[in-house]
Structures are given as C-alpha cells and as structure tokens.
C-alpha cells in the first residue's frame, strides 16, 4: 500500500517557474507525475525508477526536472519555463513492479495521488 499526498500547485505566469511536491508513505519503486487538461486524457510527464534513471514527455524535456528525496520520502518535479499549455490538473503516481520500468503510460501505475491544479496564465 502506498498513500501519495500532492503539493505545491497554482497560479503561475508564462514563462515562470513552480514547484511541485508528493509525499509518500509506503514502499514505492517506480514514481512519476501526470498531468490532465479539461478535455484530455491522461499523460505522463515525467518517470524516475528504482535506480534514479528519469524518462521525460518530449514536451517537457529541458524544462522539467524530477527528482526524489527518499529520506524525506518526497518526489519533486521542478517546472520552469512554463507556458499556458502546461495548465493541468497534476498527479502523483506510483507502482511496486517493474522497478526498471521507465513507461509513462497511466495504466503502468497503480497508486495515485489525489492532484494539484497548476495554472498557467499569458
């Protein structure tokens, strides 16, 4: 079992920067975050694994950045350069298989946080 609480969403303008948190509880080998828009489906944004490798969506490669503190049991992801496209509703996602396993599909995930709204205005 593994509980994900987020943190850290808001209003930011174009071109800032914001940071975003999840705390966990509970062994959790594979993290990532997601993000959904009105409309949208589901997508991964960033994944890191057991062993600290990341995967990125090609449409945020160069300006997010994630990361994961396990002694305070917090993954982070650092959003800069952010553009009104990156609106979303942002979640933390985690899974105890595949420790290697880079994918960023949703349904790779099992344990999911409850989200965080970042908006992004021009």
């Known amino acids: 079992q593994v509980q994900l609480v987020e943190s850290g969403g808001g209003s930011v303008q174009a071109g800032g920067s914001l940071r975003l948190s999840c705390s966990y509880a509970?062994?959790?080998?594979?993290m990532g975050w997601f993000r959904q828009a009105p409309g949208k489906e589901r997508e991964g944004v960033a994944i890191?694994?057991?062993?600290?490798?990341?995967n990125y969506a090609n449409s945020v490669k160069g300006r997010f950045t994630i990361s994961k503190d396990n002694a305070k049991m917090t993954l982070y992801l650092q959003m800069n350069s952010v553009s009104p496209d990156d609106t979303a509703m942002y979640y933390c996602?985690?899974?105890?298989?595949?420790?290697?396993?880079?994918?960023?599909?949703?349904?790779?995930?099992?344990?999911w946080g409850q989200g965080t709204q970042v908006t992004v205005s021009s």
């Open positions: 509970g062994v959790a080998y594979r």
């Open positions: 890191i694994n057991a062993i600290g490798q990341t």
């Open positions: 996602a985690a899974d105890v298989r595949a420790p290697g396993a880079l994918g960023l599909g949703a349904d790779l995930y099992f344990y």
